[in-house]
């Protein structure tokens, strides 16, 4: 029913919510307002997968990264109380000369691919229903026949990363604590002297057992 | 562009469509928090509101005008900004919602047609051609997908209320919130791929349709009874969790927390919105549980009277909210971790056990 303009119109304008929105991420001093700035670019993006006509990535954009993640990042900022960032003037004299030349860099780079790429530009926006690769079927299709392999691969390393996270905060048993304490006692004073010592601890769970 | 007859006709129709779902949506809490706090009454030996209208009918109303009268008060050591936005991030995701509810089957026809028609081409002269209509906004191929990516944004409204207010019982509330939020979301959407193996499909009005029909002449086709009792109730015991009602209202628990992440919102416009966001959402999960477990419009003579579908699908969604007021008189809140632990250890393994099962079902059985 639509022209292209009004999609090439949604795309310009999601486009440049996404990158006004990532350029908030680095540049608020607060972090909780970085986060949303990411999740505001991540909201932006999915719209233009959907423009794309890939529906589930779109979805999953929005499920795993704005609904999941970036919950995670800012529960873990809450949960830390993190301060707003303060300008450290040591380090930021010579940044200031530095970042806009890199940012300039960058730009050229950008800049002289764009201009190096010399068959057709694909079109902006995709017709409907003529490029369906963002469709559950086919991304399920893609990813248990080509890609089986990397998508084994990766979910094996996902896995190695979780129970790397799971034994370093594991719960550790009493024998385990006390040998810790004893090293550390050894090392240095601990800053903070329990309450009560585990062994008086022990006996008084004895006493109210029996 | 070129505007013709049939594309205003379209327009017209899906915005009339999107008023009508608005109103729902806007109505939800205001009847179900009557029902809520008469029910409620009557299981605790009480009356309730009762004196205003009849039956107190109007309480909630009358309440609506008071929040909009009492003064707004910005708690003076809070983040202003993100505590006005948080309401409306709230109410925002909770309404996109509402446009997949899959009210009724497609085309049927509208009753009384030709006299609108007429009606309307007598009135401003446009020539339309109304015959049958659509009991849904809309229904694409991930909608289902949609309906969840667009409530877990909701998540950020209580953890951004409860850091913005910037006090103690706000903050713990908040905290809870989104921890409680994550793990329950894990085992609420696993809940579902067993019914997304068994149908092949997100879209919502397809999940329905496949439904209808009943085995050996009495046992409906509703994916509770074929082959998801158990995805049913991981899905119901999660999403209870996920709308942070009793018994997993720990967010605002009252007794130990005031009131969570909303105790500084001192029951002005912007309370309200965080109030009508809870009972949009609880709406949400009532419509999925009856689209995809119990067969959404699907009844008795819904092909004869297709007019009966929406009121099939409002009454299985009422009796989920119901259910929701039920469990607040009989159950009492759980600890932490206790809640924690129920969630990680018992319902995540219990949902990947049954996408186990529907998997080999789907298998041999299609």
Redesign the interface.
Known sequence: MFELPIQQLIFLFLAAVAVFAAFNVILQRNPIYSALALIVTMCALSGTFLLLEAQFVAAMQVIVYAGAVMVLFVFVIMLLNVRTEEARLDRVQYLKIVTPLLFVALLGEVFFIARSVTTAAPPLVTKVGEHPYGTIENIGEAMFSNYLFPFEATSVLILMAMVGALVLARKRSTQEIETLGRILEDASKPAIEPAQPMAELEEKQHELAA | ?PIDQQ?IQ?FVGILLKIVIVFVIGLLSPVSMNWVERRALAFMQMRLGPNRTGPFGLLQSLADGIKFAFKEDVVPLAANKW?YIFAPVVAVVPAFMATIVYPLGPKDIPIPFAASINSFVASLTGLQLNLSKMDLHVTS???GL??V???T??G??AI??A??ASNSKFS?LG??RA??Q??SY?LSL?LALVGVLLQAGT?DLVKIVEMQQGVYFGFLPKWFVFVFQPLGFMIYLISAIAETNRTPFDLPEAETELVGGFHTEYSSSLKFAMLFMAEYVNMLTVSVLATALFLGGWSGPFVSEFPLLAPIYFLLKVFFFMFLYIWLRGTLPRLRYDQLMNFGWKFLLPAALLNIFISATISLFAY
């Open positions: 562009m594309s379209f993100l694409f191929n991930v997908l949609y969840l990516a667009v877990s944004l998540v950020y953890v951004l409860g850091w903050l908040g905290l989104s921890a939020m994550v979301e959407t997100t």
